[in-house]
């Protein structure tokens, strides 16, 4: 593609570590020319400024990823992050072409005197969270450190879709993230450019391929846009993901592995052509907030020359490689897999699936975690947004790690031993998102942990009934975004709300083959019906609706709590709670994976007053029909292990508790039907109309 030598004459003067890139891959300079540019830069303009902000101790502001003396602060509670500290610093130096050798032993001071500030890690060994690990990898195998163990990170923190999310480690998403995704693919990619290491190629192209089943904009389940941010594009975008961001990856990638485009990049590269301005420039967006040492691009609305130099390559290098029969052809191939994609996931539904498939994308499209409205603009775990318009799952990594470090602390707080919340905790006004207060409450509920007693046995397996929406009989909540959460009164993202009395439920799981110790870590999912009797996904009506199901991980306690509402009584069975227990968060996708499957009893004096409600019709009639030692579930034995313990009150609502012992070394028969009569599965019958 030839460039305008207007256009060109614009891009030249500019900072050497702008020039350069445009010698090389705009101007077709000779590697002489653009190498000799390339050498200023650590002498002039952005290169030796940065390089003269670096402390004594081979830092940037006296922190790795923050600045020192961050939290805690009035600069925390800006919009943003800072931009200063180490990472960042090495990141653009890197990016800009700075030669390693300038500087020095930088590697080897900062793995004496640099220390993350999750859990105060050593440097070069990264952390938890993907989109830093990446910027470590890449930087690490610049400056010549042995950074392969954390190359290997990468390919064991997969997730099962191919790519990689931030938030994953914390238990909060099971489904791959863009931005995070992309950081590792081009992470891993420097790494092996820098190292020569092969190992990890396979990952990075699995990576690779998860966006491009995307085409690098799309969500796989609808083929709606993903969001907002992919158009947004900004110089520099630091972690945050755009269709041009993904493109110059790929065209890194195509040059590195020796490959044409992929044909399914053309509806990105269309994006990124329209945006091109007539005298082929391209316009800043809004920056990423926070502080700077110094500005390295124009103020939003302005002609970028950064994103201007990389839209033009990007183009040149599509366009270059004349692939429009091939695009032609692939895509028609990918028309007929996804077809066939299409049939096979309908083939998993029950007798109801004709209906499902044409409710499915519409329930999918809004189940994105909604954020709480706040007089200061959205927030999620009390924590404003950073883009106010953008969706609480593509916040990115700024705002991913802040949600982390919060978590962290008010958990060593409750592992301190804070007490009992009030029911207050659990009202409808409760937020939606918060799991630590409700944890730190319904803890101290159980028998087993107020006085030591423990139960007899082992939680005893049970049917998981026909509403489990676990994939085992059609509906499949866990393969959404936003299960991870502790409200479960609320459908996922479309804010459709169960009413009933407030119900704060604690499960405290025990690992009976470690000598009870707290199964920390471990998985439970939560489902149960409503006030009327009905399931969400199932039942008519509520096909559509998804609340009162929800995944919690178990903190170093073994607790998971919910916020809910007290469930009705359906005739043909005792008022209960399923619950799932899985190993790992990642290992729900799946539901033959549960290591237990089970079922909270409620106690019936709590359920007589419940009941005697408005909103609960129907419900003392048919619990009048039933008994704990007839009921087709708890009968064998009365619920000795399954009844909870119950406190509070119909008012200011329920504190339901029970402590579930897990044994391993037995095999769990999950979903297995009870003996005795009752509905499909041990389910009972829902009331007339649900």
Known sequence: MAIDPKLLDWLLDADPALRWQVERDLAGAPPEVWEATRSTVATTGFGAELLAHQDPDGQWAGGAYFPAGFFGSAEQEEPGQPWVGTTWALKDLREWGVDAAVLTDTAERLAVNSRWEYDDLPYWGGEVDVCINSFTLATGAWLGVDVSPLAAWFTTHRLADGGWNCEAEEGDSVRSSFHSTLNAVRGLLAYEAYTGDSSVREARQGGEEYLLTRRLLNRATTGERVGSFVDHLVFPNRYRYSALAALDHFRDASVADGAPPDPRLADAVELVRAARRSDGTWLQGRPLPGRVWFETDVPEGEPSKWLTLIGSRVLAWWDDAGSATAQQTHRRRMDSSEEAHSRHTDARLTTDRDHRSQTKARRTMSRIPTPETTPDGPAYEGRLLDRADEEVVDQGVAFDLGTLVSRRTVLSLVGAGVGAVALAACSTGASGSSSTSTGAASSGTSTATATGDLPSGE?????????????????????????????????????????????????????????????????????????????????????????????????????????????????????????????????ISDSANAIATSQVALPQAACDTVYALSGYDGSSANLAQVSLDDDNVFGDDGGALQLATVTGDATSGYQVALTVRVDTTTTPTAGAAPSGGGGAGGGGTPPSGR
């Open 459 to 587: 939680i005893p397996d049970e049917t998981a009934g026909p509403y489990p929406g676990d994939g085992s009989n059609g509906a499949d909540v866990l393969e959404e975004s936003g299960i991870v959460r502790s409200d479960i009164r609320s459908s996922i993202g479309s804010g459709t709300t169960a009413s009933g009395v407030p119900m704060a439920l604690s499960l405290t799981i025990l690992d009976m083959a470690n000598g009870d110790a707290p199964f920390a870590d471990v998985a439970v999912y939560v489902w149960h019906c409503d006030a009327s009797g009905g399931y969400s996904m199932y039942s008519d009506g509520i096909e559509d609706e998804t609340y009162l199901r929800g995944v919690q991980v178990a903190d170093s306690s073994g607790t998971v709590s919910y916020t809910s509402i007290f469930p009705a009584c359906y005739s043909g069975r005792w008022p209960h709670i399923h619950f799932e227990v899985y190993p790992t968060v990642n290992d």
